[in-house]
């Protein structure tokens, strides 16, 4: 089968989503995750769930940030909010984890329904709001589940924390998961909280990135432990915008940027309904948006700054379009709801299958000669 090839479906999954599909987005994804849950404390839970979704990890490590990944597939932030699934999730096969995002204080989020399923597109609209369970529940979840893999946890502000406050949520909440996390992605994108992406607007952005490294540099000191920080940015950036962002990562000596978080924006859903439902769109009719963002902010930090790439990756193909696009890492979420559990160690296996043909000893380095033989 080519790498490209969707090879994410397990029999038992169709079966399971053919149900699951019945009931409302955020109902199906509440039940999954406690039936999951209490799945795991069954003896033999973790060796049964890696048998099933995970039996041959492909050996595909890649160091990015300074951090050791066993492979380049990670899990997006926003499935896992509250640091509860830690050890499944891991299970699947991940290199590493996003988790949250979490805010300084618990909110509710937005009012249901906020979450939309569109099926024939691979798709998802979401307007959450940043619902979680705040800081200090999160970090005692995150506290219980261990450290299967490397963990990021990507925060944000309070719905109610003026924009000229904003950063003294950001700092607050860097301050308590410090010391827990692999590394912390700051999210200033997310198209659900009102204003948030103003933050991205380039006087806004220098404040914010400058009060973020300081207070970094301060846990460094305090913990003994540097831990990197990227910036999650919008796919619905202009050309100068994206050239500001990349002139104050530089600048500021950011850790990576991941791009990008969902769109605004509705491509190829012309004729559905549910495309006038406000919030982010993820999955396929992002991926040629986000692949473009990447591909420009890779031409400006010419990978001085790593990139995680994020945005309608269903499989090796998708990922491997991003990583010769100027990513470093990939993420999915959507395409595990579509695909099912199997879906990151079949992405994985097809970029080892890339590697092996390509005669290279590492991704990295058939990444590299796939860039040049581009440019070439």
Request: hydrophobic residues 40%; aromatic residues 6%.
């Amino acid at each position: 089968m080519p790498a490209g090839a969707n090879q994410g479906h397990h029999p038992l999954y169709k079966l399971l989503r053919a149900l699951l599909f019945r009931l409302p987005p955020e109902t199906s994804h509440y039940l999954t995750f406690t039936l999951l849950r209490l799945f795991y404390h069954l003896p033999g839970a973790s060796t049964l769930t890696r048998s099933l979704f995970a039996r041959h990890p492909a050996p595909l490590p890649v160091t990015v940030m300074g951090l050791n990944f066993s492979n380049p597939v990670g899990l997006a932030a926003g499935l896992d909010k509250n640091a509860e699934y830690v050890r499944p999730l891991a299970d699947f096969g991940f290199g590493f984890l996003e988790l949250g995002t979490v805010t300084p204080r618990p909110q509710p989020g937005n009012p249901k329904p906020r979450l939309f399923r569109l099926p024939r597109q691979a798709a998802l609209i979401n307007r959450m709001g940043f619902n979680n369970v705040g800081a200090g529940k999160f970090l005692v979840n995150l506290a219980a589940q261990g450290k299967p893999c490397p963990l990021g946890v990507n925060i944000g502000k309070n719905r109610d924390t003026p924009l000229e406050q904003a950063a003294d949520d950001y700092l607050a909440v860097l301050n308590s998961v410090y010391r827990l996390a692999d590394y912390v992605a700051v999210n200033i994108s997310s198209p659900n909280t009102t204003g948030l992406r103003d933050l991205q607007q380039e006087e806004n952005l220098d404040a914010l990135l400058r009060a973020l490294k300081n207070e970094q540099a301060a846990l460094a000191d305090k913990y003994g432990r540097y831990v990197p920080i990227a910036l999650k940015i919008a796919p619905d950036l202009d050309d100068t915008q994206i050239a500001a962002i990349a002139r104050l990562v530089l600048e500021h000596k950011f850790d990576a940027v991941i791009v990008t978080n969902t769109t605004v924006a509705r491509p190829g859903l012309a004729d559905n309904p549910l495309a006038r439902q406000s919030g982010g769109l993820s999955g396929r009719p992002l991926k040629e948006l986000s692949t473009d963002v990447i591909r420009k902010l890779h031409n400006r930090l010419q990978g001085a700054v790593p990139i995680i790439g994020v945005g309608g990756i269903e499989n090796a193909q998708d990922a491997w379009d991003k990583l010769v696009a100027g990513a470093d890492l990939v993420q999915i979420y959507t395409a595990l709801i579509y695909e099912g559990p199997c879906v990151a160690q079949a992405i994985t296996r097809g970029l080892a299958e890339r590697v092996r043909a390509s005669g290279c000893a590492t991704l990295a380095d058939a990444v590299a000669q796939a860039r040049q033989q581009k440019a070439g």
